[in-house]
């Protein structure tokens, strides 16, 4: 019989991540951030590529990144309601670790299962901030799949993308639980 860790498993039964809007001060400091990137960091990663790494935007930090989302909605388009949404991840934000995936050349792992990683990082980040009691959420958008956004914001390499915003700070009110997917109907059984 295996060991269980039922703790570990009630968490994630039950785990739900808080909206980026209703975080408040004060957000994880460096010290206390640390052992959340170290989780992060244990992530699935076949061939040991580390095909991600992380920038940790700080608050004061977010007044730039807010401005350059506005100026990223004006080149794209942008409706003005699409741009005051995407700006006031930042505007509100407290904290947010940027999941970079880095595709590294390999003759054996295919480029997809670095995406894979890079997103099983921002799980993990994201998991390991709700386990230390922290209100976490991971966002994306518009913004972080626009090339110039991320080269401007964030000085990404033409090999790198965005694969989340974690945004982590103090949960300012617990949301309501949410209709969850009905594994059953989603699950299929091969016994030969």
Known sequence: MPQRN????D???????????????????????????TAAARTPDHGKLEPWRFI?????AMGRLARLTEEA???LGKSAEDIAKARGD???????????????DSPKIPALEMTYSAGAACLALLNAALAAGWGANWLSGWASHDRGFCEAAFDLAPNERIAG?????????????????DVEALTSWVDA
């Open 73 to 75: 909605g004006a080149r």
């Open 165 to 181: 915003l974690i945004h982590i700070a103090t949960e300012g009110t617990v949301p309501p639980e949410r209709p969850r997917p």
């Open 90 to 104: 930042f505007d509100r934000g407290q904290l947010a670790v940027v999941v970079v995936e880095v595709q590294k």
């Open 56 to 60: 940790v935007v700080e608050q004061g």
């Open 11 to 37: 968490f994630l039964l039950t785990r739900r991540s808080r909206p980026a809007k209703t975080l408040i001060a004060p957000a994880p400091s460096r010290e206390q951030l640390m052992p959340l990137l």
């Open 6 to 9: 039922d703790a570990a498993l």
